[in-house]
């Protein structure tokens, strides 16, 4: 006699089992048999990105169907501006200043999708203004959630003011960008509109990361933004950013400050906690005050060395992430220069590239011979590739070859505190920028690459130190230990017997 299986009950019995799951529980039960998946799989958490019109069509279709509706399930939802094109700037007549035609007749399916979505944890909108002009359900359906947590309005105006003031969710992450002006009366209306949107969510206490992008206001007012504070931001991150508003005054609590294009003034006082991490193009700084970060990363080559020797003085880091040149005489006098400009350094990530088209030879010795007055603990650097065939740069002689293989162990032997050193041939090329000359960068590491870890060590009587391959995993270890704990403990690190014990300890014990 044989016994039932699941996929032998019929389909009303299947229909219960499945409704009493849903997540991965959901899943896990769909994937168990073919017969099974239709029953189960629309109970699971979903994301949609909606590119186009017809994305927006078969989403809304597929989310409203069901008993209960699939959009219970939804979890996160991306609305890009693309879905309101009507007409590519490719056709437009206007051949001299082409402009995509937007239209926005399917804003109702918005509305809908939002409307009967109330397990969302993630919205980003793009042309928010027109959406809530065109269909006020979806700011209403935005501020009626609970459970938000990632937040991204793009293109507001003040009909967002509304929906910020009744937003029942506390999300941790908001990112806000107001619509694009031209006019110098339009951008002090909506410079007045960052104000009141800093005040709205002054009332977001569980807010840790604010990401505001304001490049679409060209020459706002001369009045300065200083009268509301934002103890509660510990993370901030900026496009374009304006003078007009005292970083230091509406956000006390700062530990990571990105600015993304535009150099600012940052001034902080002794009472205000050291930030974490500032990542910057550079800072157009006119006092010789520090204000020191753990971590400096630059979002881009220096256009000069001038200002970029006084930012990292100014800075004063425990760890540095930088492109920069390793075979000119200005660059090789900056690296000579550096240890005197940050005393505190103690790691650095170094994405490496080179200038010259016909170098002489020893430039790569003459490189590693410059970091001898270094107090590193641990290095990361991603070296410059050798000129191809059908390159218009002249070959490097083999002895340079042949230093930039040994690198890892050329340097272990001129810094004496070194205890880690990672070195990769080629940086991580991400899947949106798929040149390998960005000069900007979207996160703090400025040098992701797929690194081979080596642990420096001592041989007893000998002079010479030997590395000692490690996994990547433990490499990872040794750079999140870098990047979290205090100038102390990293000073005080010992590659082979204190760094386990703090690991273990999460750093707490070092």
């Given at each position: 006699?044989?016994?039932?299986?699941?996929?032998?009950?019929?389909?009303?019995?299947?229909?219960?089992?499945?409704?009493?799951?849903?997540?991965?529980?959901?899943?896990?039960?769909?994937?168990?048999?073919?017969?099974?998946?239709?029953?189960?799989?629309?109970?699971?958490?979903?994301?949609?990105?909606?590119?186009?019109?017809?994305?927006?069509?078969?989403?809304?279709?597929?989310?409203?169907?069901?008993?209960?509706?699939?959009?219970?399930?939804?979890?996160?939802?991306?609305?890009?501006?693309?879905?309101?094109?009507?007409?590519?700037?490719?056709?437009?007549?206007?051949?001299?200043?082409?402009?995509?035609?937007?239209?926005?007749?399917?804003?109702?399916?918005?509305?809908?999708?939002?409307?009967?979505?109330?397990?969302?944890?993630?919205?980003?909108?793009?042309?928010?203004?027109?959406?809530?002009?065109?269909?006020?359900?979806?700011?209403?359906?935005?501020?009626?959630?609970?459970?938000?947590?990632?937040?991204?309005?793009?293109?507001?105006?003040?009909?967002?003011?509304?929906?910020?003031?009744?937003?029942?969710?506390?999300?941790?992450?908001?990112?806000?960008?107001?619509?694009?002006?031209?006019?110098?009366?339009?951008?002090?209306?909506?410079?007045?509109?960052?104000?009141?949107?800093?005040?709205?969510?002054?009332?977001?206490?569980?807010?840790?990361?604010?990401?505001?992008?304001?490049?679409?206001?060209?020459?706002?007012?001369?009045?300065?933004?200083?009268?509301?504070?934002?103890?509660?931001?510990?993370?901030?991150?900026?496009?374009?950013?304006?003078?007009?508003?005292?970083?230091?005054?509406?956000?006390?609590?700062?530990?990571?400050?990105?600015?993304?294009?535009?150099?600012?003034?940052?001034?902080?006082?002794?009472?205000?906690?050291?930030?974490?991490?500032?990542?910057?193009?550079?800072?157009?700084?006119?006092?010789?005050?520090?204000?020191?970060?753990?971590?400096?990363?630059?979002?881009r080559y220096p256009r000069e060395l001038r200002s970029f020797r006084r930012t990292v003085y100014e800075a004063n880091p425990v760890g540095i992430a930088l492109h920069c040149f390793i075979d000119t005489p200005g660059w090789l006098k900056y690296w000579q220069q550096l240890p005197r400009m940050a005393p505190r350094l103690r790691f650095m990530d170094v994405h490496c590239h080179t200038w010259e088209r016909r170098h002489e030879q020893g430039w790569v010795n003459n490189f590693v011979q410059s970091l001898r007055r270094y107090s590193l603990v641990c290095l990361r650097i991603v070296a410059?590739?050798?000129?191809?065939?059908?390159?218009?740069?002249?070959?490097?002689?083999?002895?340079?070859?042949?230093?930039?293989?040994?690198?890892?162990?050329?340097?272990?032997?001129?810094?004496?505190?070194?205890?880690?050193?990672?070195?990769?041939?080629?940086?991580?090329?991400?899947?949106?920028?798929?040149?390998?000359?960005?000069?900007?960068?979207?996160?703090?590491?400025?040098?992701?690459?797929?690194?081979?870890?080596?642990?420096?060590?001592?041989?007893?009587?000998?002079?010479?130190?030997?590395?000692?391959?490690?996994?990547?995993?433990?490499?990872?270890?040794?750079?999140?230990?870098?990047?979290?704990?205090?100038?102390?403990?990293?000073?005080?690190?010992?590659?082979?017997?204190?760094?386990?014990?703090?690991?273990?300890?999460?750093?707490?014990?070092?």
């Open positions: 006699m044989s016994h039932p299986t699941l996929s032998s009950l019929n389909g009303d019995v299947l229909a219960e089992l499945a409704s009493y799951l849903s997540g991965r529980d959901a899943l896990n039960l769909a994937l168990t048999a073919r017969r099974i998946y239709d029953f189960a799989i629309h109970r699971t958490a979903v994301t949609f990105t909606c590119r186009n019109r017809t994305d927006l069509v078969r989403i809304h279709h597929y989310l409203l169907s069901g008993n209960p509706k699939r959009a219970v399930y939804l979890r996160g939802l991306s609305i890009l501006a693309s879905t309101f094109i009507e007409r590519p700037w490719q056709e437009d007549p206007n051949w001299i200043f082409p402009k995509n035609t937007y239209e926005y007749s399917q804003a109702a399916l918005i509305g809908d999708i939002l409307e009967h979505s109330p397990n969302l944890s993630h919205v980003l909108l793009e042309h928010t203004a027109p959406l809530l002009q065109h269909d006020p359900r979806v700011g209403t359906a935005i501020a009626a959630m609970h459970k938000l947590a990632r937040l991204e309005l793009r293109d507001v105006d003040t009909n967002v003011l509304p929906v910020l003031a009744q937003l029942r969710s506390t999300p941790r992450i908001l990112h806000l960008s107001p619509v694009k002006v031209e006019s110098s009366a339009d951008a002090k209306r909506v410079f007045a509109l960052v104000q009141e949107t800093l005040v709205a969510i002054s009332a977001f206490k569980g807010l840790h990361a604010l990401d505001l992008d304001l490049k679409n206001i060209p020459s706002p007012p001369q009045s300065l933004i200083s009268s509301v504070s934002l103890p509660q931001i510990r993370h901030l991150s900026v496009h374009w950013w304006h003078a007009q508003i005292d970083v230091a005054q509406v956000f006390p609590n700062l530990e990571v400050f990105e600015q993304h294009v535009n150099s600012t003034l940052l001034k902080r006082s002794a009472q205000q906690p050291q930030l974490r991490r500032l990542s910057v193009a550079e800072m157009q700084t006119f006092e010789a005050v520090r204000y020191p970060v753990h971590l400096l990363h630059f979002r410059p590739p050798p000129p191809t065939p059908d390159s218009m740069d002249a070959p490097w002689h083999e002895d340079d070859i042949q230093t930039l293989a040994e690198l890892p162990d050329r340097i272990a032997q001129v810094i004496p505190t070194l205890r880690y050193v990672a070195w990769a041939a080629k940086r991580c090329v991400l899947e949106a920028r798929p040149d390998d000359y960005a000069w900007y960068e979207s996160e703090y590491d400025c040098a992701a690459a797929e690194y081979t870890w080596y642990r420096v060590e001592k041989v007893e009587g000998e002079s010479a130190k030997t590395l000692k391959p490690i996994s990547a995993g433990e490499g990872e270890r040794v750079r999140r230990f870098l990047l979290d704990s205090e100038l102390e403990a990293i000073t005080n690190i010992d590659g082979v017997y204190l760094l386990p014990i703090c690991l273990s300890l999460g750093g707490s014990g070092c």
